[in-house]
């Protein structure tokens, strides 16, 4: 059975550097065709693709967040890891992981999701 | 970057109703799309992937199809369980985009 679970910080403050983590069973990130995820969704909008990491450890981010966004994976950990720079209450969202199946070259589907972790940025 | 276009962003149906949600990209993503539901405050299911397969354990009541620009999603007998917001995903090309969403009521 293939699971994810989100963890990191409820509440930041504007300007702090965000680091979430997914920790996840059922399959191995060293694997190729297999990669994680980071999907996001603030209140009340549509989700939004953040980042991927496959299984040979290439990395691909969205266009407008590229440059404060940092996705890793730790093989012997299950886990990937994202981290947000200058955090800002339009950052205010729930986070959420999940794998992507079979990785083309323009990223795959996402199954299953993580629960998702919420985090607010307010100082 | 690829925009996906849902339509309508809502709709009021049935129970037993059939109903189709469509989403257009801006430009070909050949058959690369899927749809996933979401319940309030709950993670998205991923419903359809490669615009027409369907994900296992969905029920055979959802279908996809389409390919180039523009695809469907169709849900034949609308069940209690099925009112949600669904939304497509293109992974064409990077960076990975998803449509605003369908916001399914009951009427």
């Keep these: 059975?293939?699971?994810?679970?989100?963890?990191?910080?409820?509440?930041?403050?504007?300007?702090?550097?965000?680091?979430?983590?997914?920790?996840?069973?059922?399959?191995?990130?060293?694997?190729?065709?297999?990669?994680?995820?980071?999907?996001?969704?603030?209140?009340?909008?549509?989700?939004?693709?953040l980042a991927l990491v496959d299984g040979i450890g290439d990395?691909?981010?969205a266009r407008g967040l590229r440059t404060r966004l940092t996705?890793?994976?730790?093989?012997?950990?299950?886990?990937?890891?994202?981290?947000?720079?200058?955090?800002?209450?339009?950052?205010?969202?729930?986070?959420?992981?999940?794998?992507?199946?079979?990785?083309?070259n323009g990223g795959g589907w996402f199954d299953p999701w993580g629960q998702g972790t919420r985090v607010t940025v307010s100082s | 970057d690829i925009q996906m276009t849902q339509s309508p962003s809502s709709l009021s149906?049935?129970?037993?109703?059939?109903?189709t949600i469509t989403c257009r990209a801006s430009q070909t993503i050949m058959f690369w799309l899927a749809w996933y539901q979401q319940k309030s405050d709950k993670a998205p299911k991923s419903l359809i992937y490669e615009a027409s397969s369907l994900q296992s354990g969905v029920p055979s009541r959802f279908s996809g199809s389409g390919s180039g620009r523009d695809f469907t999603?169709?849900?034949?007998?609308?069940?209690?369980?099925?009112?949600?917001t669904y939304y497509c995903q293109q992974y064409n090309s990077y960076p990975i985009t998803f449509g605003q969403g369908t916001r399914l009521e009951i009427k």
Excluded: H
């Excluded at chain 1, 679970?5 to 190729?32: D, K, M, Q």
């Excluded at chain 1, 299950?78 to 720079?85: C, G, K, P, R």
């Design chain 1, 1 to 49: 059975q293939v699971t994810l679970r989100e963890s990191g910080p409820a509440l930041v403050r504007p300007t702090e550097t965000l680091t979430l983590t997914c920790t996840f069973s059922g399959f191995s990130l060293s694997s190729s065709g297999l990669s994680v995820n980071w999907i996001r969704q603030r209140p009340g909008k549509a989700l939004e693709w």
């Design chain 1, 59 to 61: 990395k691909f981010y």
């Design chain 1, 71 to 104: 996705i890793s994976r730790d093989t012997s950990k299950n886990q990937a890891v994202l981290t947000m720079t200058n955090m800002d209450p339009m950052d205010t969202a729930t986070y959420y992981c999940a794998r992507t199946p079979v990785t083309g």
């Design chain 2, 13 to 19: 149906a049935s129970v037993g109703d059939t109903v």
């Design chain 2, 73 to 84: 999603l169709t849900i034949s007998g609308l069940q209690p369980e099925d009112f949600a």
